[in-house]
């Protein structure tokens, strides 16, 4: 490629990648038209329809994308990469690097990290069920006899939206940027044309209005922000998908294309409601000129929304094996359903669970009226989290000033905060659910990572030094067998209990013994030549060391075959892997609990259901040694 067409290679790359993202990273942002303006109007807080009040809500819907989504993500947040990757996980883990943090410090931002991903799940729920009624409540626009087939058209399509992840998004992946494409396409063109009947509401963008607004009708205007906040749910997923396209071609699409056409239909939808106030019952269906475009904008709307559900269904599975990879899940089983994709996963019990949950989502609310009670308390919360994190990242990695991080701070939090209150109102009117959700998520991952960690430090107390161990076999040990034995732990530095109770069982070790470590690093991805060590020690004895990132897909086998380059070859079918196979007891009732009952009761039923390491970490099962123990925690 010459130097004369460089630039036009380039720009076509950047196209291709910004249309790609359109089918992903913003398809809940782009499905708010659906229901925004109709829940502020004709919501559980309804605003009457009047010059004012239309244009202040425009306003404030405005400024909104602009702070919140293009300022706080697009421009800010998003340059805070872990190497490329983005997402609360990512977020967290640079967060974690703050030098010379004390562990209360470092406790908190933890426990904001894992709040804020388990919230997700919340969204996760709520997203498929909002966007796929509100589009399919469109055939009742068509006509009020359609109305009893809503709920099952919808519940339909959501059965067979879920059914179809264990295939994966490769076969379909391709056409969701065109038709996001359209669907973006499709709201600039019905708000232009509404605009040019009312043009005075393009006065809207300027900030007077939202402030006038909000001055005269300050208890309504506080209610109003609940509803508001829809327009930008959906935002923070710019940021979570940042690691599949890239910064520029997120910003790009927005800024170029995305943002003034999503908005321009919120103008549109205002000047229809100022032109026919009846409008409002179905302001984003009634904006097209002829009843003829009806149903086909319904089947657009459909598809669209399917495809925003996706993206949230997708980044669901994708957040629970960075969960896995990073010790805040048990291993449950993921399957990869790309060979070229290492993104694109599916884990099936995530997958039934979601379905379960959003169904009887539906059938609860029953309309998308009712589910907007309980979308977005969630999001502004999981927003607030962002901006704290960003702020320890502003601070403490990129070294600015506290003046400026503070400004940094205070203006956004101040922004989050008033969309969260705005939301509190709707706690009692179903916003409990996602914030329970997302409680009930945060105390299995909570409780996970600290029974893991307690399980750790009681199987260290009880492991005998390693060095010891090798010192004695010099004065006579066990007999040596042919072959290698190779114990997976957590500890190299002491001797696993999978050799200890084979010795004390078979009474012999292998000629060379294997301690294989495998460490999950705090950044997305760790290149094959720099993810494993080898170390040699007396007696046959060796230390294998074995890195990933918390996106990596851990495989031993292909690890093993790594060792080679550093001079250390694996024969399979003469390879046998010790797992120490361990079942978690309580401690008497006399001794002093580690951890609540309730929370030891829970962490062992996670233990006891969680997936094999054999599975996990793709180790051929008839190479593979199970030796049980019991632990007292």
């Known amino acids: 490629m010459t130097a004369e067409n460089a630039p036009h290679g380039e720009?076509?790359?950047?196209?291709?990648?910004?249309?790609?993202?359109?089918?992903?990273?913003?398809?809940?942002?782009?499905?708010?038209?659906?229901?925004?303006?109709?829940e502020v109007f004709r919501g559980h807080h309804p605003l009457a329809v009047n010059a004012e009040n239309v244009l202040g809500i425009l306003s404030l819907v405005f400024w909104a994308l602009t702070i919140t989504v293009s300022l706080k993500y697009v421009v800010f947040i998003m340059r805070a990469d872990n190497r490329g990757e983005g997402g609360i996980m990512a977020l967290t883990a640079l967060a974690l690097r703050t030098a010379n943090a004390s562990p209360r410090t470092l406790w908190l931002i933890s426990v904001l990290g894992i709040f804020g991903a388990a919230l997700f799940y919340g969204d996760a729920v709520i997203t498929p069920a909002m966007s796929v009624l509100s589009a399919v409540e469109g055939l009742e626009v068509a006509t009020p006899l359609l109305k009893p087939y809503v709920l099952p058209i919808t519940v339909a399509i959501l059965i067979v939206l879920f059914v179809l992840q264990r295939h994966g998004t490769a076969t379909v992946g391709a056409l969701f940027g065109p038709v996001m494409m359209f669907w973006f396409a499709t709201l600039g063109v019905l708000g232009l044309y509404n605009v040019i009947r009312y043009p005075s509401v393009l006065a809207a963008i300027n900030p007077w209005y939202a402030f006038a607004f909000v001055a005269r009708h300050q208890g309504l205007a506080f209610l109003a922000l609940g509803s508001v906040v829809l327009a930008i749910t959906g935002g923070e997923a710019l940021y979570a998908d940042m690691g599949h396209f890239?910064?520029?071609?997120?910003?790009?699409?927005?800024?170029?294309f995305v943002f003034p056409l999503l908005y321009l239909n919120y103008l549109g939808q205002g000047a229809l409601i100022l032109n026919d106030p009846q409008?409002?019952?179905?302001?984003?269906?009634?904006?097209?000129?002829?009843?003829?475009?009806?149903?086909?904008?319904?089947?657009?709307?459909?598809?669209?929304t399917v495809i925003a559900s996706q993206a949230v269904i997708s980044g669901a599975f994708s957040l629970t094996s960075q969960a896995m990879q990073l010790g805040y899940c048990p291993r449950i089983q993921v399957r990869f359903t790309s060979e070229r994709e290492k993104g694109q996963i599916y884990v099936p019990n995530i997958n039934w669970l979601l379905l379960l949950a959003v169904i009887i989502v539906v059938l609860g609310f029953r309309s998308s009226s009712n589910l907007a009670s309980a979308y977005g308390i969630a999001v502004t919360l999981t927003m607030m989290i962002d901006t704290i994190l960003a702020f320890v990242v502003v601070r403490a990695l990129w070294k600015w000033s506290w003046p400026r991080a503070a400004l940094f701070l205070v203006f956004f939090v101040v922004v989050d905060f008033a969309f969260f209150a705005?939301?509190?109102?709707?706690?009692?009117?179903?916003?409990?659910?996602?914030l329970a959700l997302g409680l009930s998520v945060f105390v299995l991952l909570s409780t996970w990572k600290r029974g893991r960690r307690l399980l750790h430090e009681r199987l260290q107390q009880d492991s005998l030094p390693l060095e010891a161990f090798i010192a004695g076999l010099a004065t006579g040990g066990p007999q040596r067998v042919a072959g290698t034995g190779v114990f997976l732990t957590a500890h190299p530095q002491g001797v696993p209990r999978a050799m200890l109770?084979?010795?004390?069982?078979?009474?012999?070790?292998?000629?060379?013994?294997?301690?294989?470590?495998?460490?999950?690093?705090?950044?997305?991805?760790?290149p094959?030549?720099?993810?494993?060590?080898?170390?040699?020690?007396?007696?046959?004895?060796?230390?294998?060391?074995?890195?990933y990132g918390f996106k990596d897909d851990p495989d031993v086998p292909r690890a093993m075959e790594l060792c080679a380059e550093q001079g250390m070859r694996f024969e399979m079918m003469a390879t046998s892997f010790f797992l120490g196979r361990e079942t978690v007891v309580r401690l008497p009732l006399a001794a002093r609990p580690h951890m609540a009952r309730w929370r030891q009761v829970l962490f062992n039923w996670m233990f006891r259901n969680s997936d094999t390491a054999t599975a996990f970490f793709k180790i051929p099962p008839n190479r593979v040694v199970e030796l049980g123990s019991q632990v007292e925690l």
């Not at 076509?12 to 229901?35: C, E, H, K, Q, R």
């Not at 890239?246 to 170029?256: D, E, H, L, M, P």
């Not at 705005?422 to 996602?434: A, L």
């Not at 084979?502 to 991805?525: F, I």
Request: with cysteine; net charge neutral.
């Open 422 to 434: 705005g939301n509190v109102t709707k706690i009692f009117d179903g916003g409990w659910f996602p």
């Open 528 to 547: 094959e030549d720099e993810c494993v060590r080898v170390e040699v020690l007396p007696a046959g004895f060796y230390r294998v060391f074995v890195r």
């Open 501 to 526: 109770h084979n010795l004390n069982h078979n009474k012999v070790l292998h000629e060379r013994v294997v301690l294989l470590q495998v460490v999950t690093e705090d950044v997305p991805h760790v």
């Open 246 to 256: 890239g910064r520029r071609a997120i910003k790009w699409a927005w800024f170029a």
């Open 279 to 304: 409008a409002i019952e179905s302001p984003f269906f009634r904006m097209v000129p002829s009843e003829i475009l009806l149903i086909p904008l319904v089947v657009l709307a459909t598809f669209a």
């Open 11 to 38: 720009k076509s790359g950047l196209a291709a990648t910004s249309l790609a993202a359109m089918g992903v990273v913003f398809g809940d942002i782009g499905t708010s038209p659906l229901y925004t303006v109709k």
